[in-house]
T-cell receptor, first 116, second 115 residues
């Protein structure tokens, strides 16, 4: 079965540079989530989108922005990178059902960002 | 604020023994509780989930129990194998105001199965 596709898998950037991560959700999934996971940490929610609209916002820094496009893929843009931004960034997707049905989110393999 | 406590943080068991990981959540509105297995350098993979209208669910060697009153849920792995070694995350989820699903993750349990 198709999974969540993230690119690039690895990237190295210098401080103050910018980086863009891409996420292609599972086909038919309309909701995308972005998470940041530091070494030995649990995933921290950054932001989510439902049919191109920002849905929820977590601990996303102001230096970061994201959007979801008409084909439901999403991009996370990170500017003025800092050493502390080094982490594994996950995208997850889900298909929105009824409000109270409980929805499973499926994670991609992540994009490793190293800021030097 | 909302949080999910997960214990233990590390767990070592002998191959063939059982492993139990426990989570406690704070938000009584949570209604969906997935468990993810994360291997080194990979994304979390869903292994089992349970909804708030169910007390127990089993899938082969893996089972999850939910006590809504106590706000506890647990993962049970029987007949552990070396390939079960990974970090396991619990999560508590509920619908957000926007209609998407807000997940609060536990801090993870590193399980080592010793051959």
């Amino acid at each position: 079965a198709a999974g969540v596709i993230q690119s690039p898998r690895h990237l190295i950037k210098e401080k103050r540079e910018t980086a863009t991560l891409k996420c292609y959700p599972i086909p038919r999934h309309d909701t995308v989530y972005w998470y940041q996971q530091g070494p030995g940490q649990d995933p921290q929610f950054l932001i989510s989108f439902y049919v191109k609209m920002q849905s929820d916002k977590g601990s996303i820094p102001d230096r970061f922005s994201a959007q979801q496009f008409s084909d439901y893929h999403s991009e996370l843009n990170m500017s003025s990178l800092e050493l502390g931004d080094s982490a594994l960034y996950f995208c997850a997707s889900s298909f929105r059902r009824g409000r109270n049905s409980g929805n499973t989110i499926y994670f991609g393999e992540g994009s490793w960002l190293t800021v030097v | 604020g909302e949080n999910v406590e997960q214990h233990p943080s590390t767990l070592s068991v002998q191959e063939g023994d059982s492993a139990v990981i426990k989570c406690t959540y704070s938000d009584s509105a949570s209604n969906y509780f997935p468990w993810y297995k994360q291997e080194l350098g990979k994304g979390p993979q869903l292994i089992i989930d349970i909804r708030s209208n169910v007390g127990e669910k089993k899938d082969q060697r893996i089972a999850v129990t939910l006590n809504k009153t106590a706000k506890h849920f647990s993962l049970h792995i029987t007949e552990t194998q070396p390939e079960d070694s990974a970090v396991y995350f619990c999560a508590a989820s509920k619908s957000s105001d926007s209609g998407t699903y807000k997940y609060i993750f536990g801090t993870g349990t590193r399980l080592k199965v010793l051959a």
